[in-house]
């Protein structure tokens, strides 16, 4: 099994550290330090341990490789980038970036795929975007291979280095470790998983980032003109073999705010090495101060854990909201407003929801349905705030939602992460005030950290926040569950009528899927022929979903239509079959093969494309999809599902792949008129509630009868819920209440409290 193991530091002269110090650690060689004239000499560990260095190599933009071949001159030129006028090197300079990457230990893996997929997630990262990359590969022999990633923080010129490329890690530069939130260790971790699925290998990543075998991976640094060599071996081997309980609680809390005892159970059994150690770690958590235990409000019923930590991040996050839901500004004109219901044919439901949203109050929640038109609603109700002089600003969880708005009317929009930085970094944007009115769509995606910030940057400015989601589709990856909270605490204007779809029965249909009614909504489908395909194995349910496509594309090849499956690799592999069809068929002109982020794929003149990454220069934004239109060299031509005509160079940029199918989580919030589904084990609430309702005409399912036998166990299976709930949701026991109490009274005292 891999490990989720990364970890980066900045090297800094406030701490003595030398981008060519490093660089001769990690090669075990002699380099000089211009700026001091210090010799480095690491050579006497090579001959100590010779075969432990394995492999070493510069990664720079391919335009300038003849340039750059020598590490001493790299590293020199990128202290150069920070020497002050009297040649001396600033004492704050951020050199470089240093990153640890745990490889797989697996006999299923060669050396040769380790480095190319090292090498892979170095260029995506980093070289692509100009920076310069000394990758460098150790290994002991013990079980515990691991890459080190030495990284400019400047953009990489002809003979020097320019820029710093702030823009790529905005939480970096805080301190000397990367902050928790750029979660380099999930990166890296997904990065490998779609690696070893591409490549076939049977190779799974420990999502939790620890497991039984250690890695081990040196780090050195230089403080105070003396070398330090920290072994990180030690310290990664003790943290993969004995973590902290407090360690043990926050990698439980990473993702979600509640967990029970067989999370716990789970975790201890990968840190311990004997059911004795086990018992005893989980005791040890168990008996943790910090720890929450948590109770169902109605029937009091207990639920599970928290941490004191995580429960009073989310009354901040409510306090926030709270001041917000009781500031009474943002008036506004009446005659803007009849203006706007006159030009707006919204039904009763809509228009609810659009003067719900205009009411007194810098907080309001809308609970839009999947199909049910919010986005129509929202249109409604920036132009009543826009033609009563108000800025309104677009923020989406996600830049294929953030073009949407933009396509919708939205002449400012961006998403969540990249405004909140602008807000509290960059001092030339356009900073909120009273005046700001920030209509965020699919809010229910919304982690609670960026919820937090957002709110904080509101409260600050006065702005007014109309939160629009639905909790019952595919929520955050990391902990969230804020906007469900909300929806209790404030209340939310309802969008529930569905209006996506063609038929009434379908509508009807999408309903009881959003209410959780998987059996009574399936057996509506069930009666109409040719929607329901119940398949002996998962090879022939694959080879009838190829067979449906194929037949249909045949009857119509123009019309819009997407499959959806579970996993990558059925999207790999569906991919793939599909646009064969197309080229034996001749809709597809041409076989010009091209390195993406999925591997190397064919293309030709109609192919569909999707785009897994954003290029805002080239106004590329990552989950778009398009059709290719014309090939000329590795320079691709495309023209976007929005009609916006794009291009870009398949040499510079590659994170893009064929687009005729996609995971359920990359479709939420799109409508295709035909739509297939791939059925597997992964397709649970809110998975099955997102892929049933993606359609405006034909849904076409497929389900493998050796997994799942009947449509009664395929409700069941569908109907599971996995939704991450925030813990201020429930009631924490009591002597945890007057603590929490006690504290809350000390920050009101200190001016860090919002009344509620």
Known sequence: MAIAFARMEIISTRDGGSAVGLSSYLNRGRQRQNSTGRQYDFSEKLKENSNEFIHTELLVPETLAEQWISSEALWNAAEAADLKKDKTIKANAQVAKHMVLALAADDGLSREASLGMVRQFAHEHFVKHGLAVELVIHDKHDGNPHAHLLISTRILCEDSFGAKARHLNPGFAQGKQVLQKDDWGREWANFQDGFFKLHGLDIMVDQIGKAGQKHVGPVWHQKKEQVFKMDINQDIQAENAELSPQEMLAQLTMNKSIFNERDIARLASKVTDSPEKNVALRDMILSQ????????????????????????????????????????????????????????????????????????????????????????????????????????????????????????????????????????????????????????DEAAMLDTEIMEKILINADKAGAKLILVGDDRQLASVARGGMFTEFRHTFGAAEITKVRRQAEDWQKDASVLFSEGRFLDGLKLYQEHKGTMHWLPDSQSQEEALVGEWSRDIG???????????????????????????????????????????????????GDRIQFHGTDKTAEIFNGSLGTIKWIEGTKIYVVTDAGQEVSFDAKTFNDFALGYAGTVYRGQGKTQTTVYCLHGRIWESSTSYVGLTRHKENLKFFIDQSQTKDLRSLAIQMGQKHVARASIGFRPEMAVVRTLQKKRELKKDRGLDWSR
């Open 289 to 440: 101060k910090n720890l929450i235990k948590l109770y169902d409000l109605t029937t009091t019923k207990f639920v599970g854990f928290t941490t004191q930590e995580v429960f009073e991040q989310e009354e901040q996050v409510m306090d926030l909201a709270n001041a917000r839901y009781h500031d009474r500004c943002h008036v506004l004109h009446h005659v803007a407003v009849e203006k706007v219901k006159e030009s707006r044919a919204m039904d009763s439901e809509q228009e609810k929801a659009f003067l719900h949203a205009l009411e007194p109050g810098a907080l309001k929640v809308i609970e839009g349905r999947a199909g049910a038109g919010k986005s129509y609603t929202m249109g409604a109700i920036r132009e009543a705030y826009e033609a009563s002089g108000f800025e309104v600003a677009g923020v989406a969880p996600t830049n294929s939602v953030v073009q949407d708005m933009k396509k919708d009317g939205f002449a400012d929009a961006s998403t969540a992460h990249s405004v909140v930085w602008h807000q509290e970094n960059n001092a030339r944007a356009k900073k909120w005030d009273k005046n700001t009115i920030l209509l965020i």
């Open 555 to 605: 009857h119509d090849p123009a019309q819009a239509r997407f499959v959806y499956a579970g996993t990558n690799a059925e999207v790999n592999r569906l991919n793939q079959k599909l646009r064969s069809i197309l080229s034996e068929h001749g809709n597809v002109i041409g076989n010009h093969e091209f390195e993406t982020c999925k591997g190397k794929q064919a293309f030709g003149i």
